[in-house]
């Protein structure tokens, strides 16, 4: 017998939401969960972090650059955000996109966070390093220690 029950939402009063987005198969998984628990409508935030070097996010694959080249990494940080407030227009949100630069990952988010005041900020758990790591994953973590927004960590499916 098939339940004919609509899927559970996560109830919530609205507000912006951040969207954590490093250009991966999970963070875009974490937007679409997002947009399917939340109300639609909502203004949604894709930030991805970026930061000379250790660029810090997954580069499309047609895409080469040379990292020490920061305007380079800067241009393909802002195309990644991009993507992210795409993939959110697409699961329902009215989403804008930024870019920041800032070492470790972590204090980029935080400080758009407080920048902006989300009612919620959203990771996909990549869940790796140590037994908070494989729970939530690092930048997660640190975000978690570093600020009082609530946090919706959505793990990989299956």
Known sequence: MEDARAPE?????????LLAYDGSE????AIAEAGRQLSPGREA???CVWQP???GFVLPKDLHLNAAEATQVRKAAEETAARGAALAEAAGFAARSTAVEAAPTWKGIVSVAEANHPAL???????RGGL???LYGSVTTDV???CTF?????????
């Open 45 to 47: 935030l894709a930030v």
């Open 132 to 134: 908070s790591g494989r």
């Open 121 to 127: 900020i959203v990771f996909g758990s990549h869940c």
């Open 150 to 158: 609530s946090i919706l960590v959505v793990h990989p499916p299956g």
């Open 53 to 55: 070097v250790d660029v």
């Open 144 to 146: 978690m220690k570093h």
């Open 9 to 17: 939402t996560v109830e919530d009063g609205g507000g912006t939401v």
């Open 26 to 29: 999970l963070a875009a998984f």
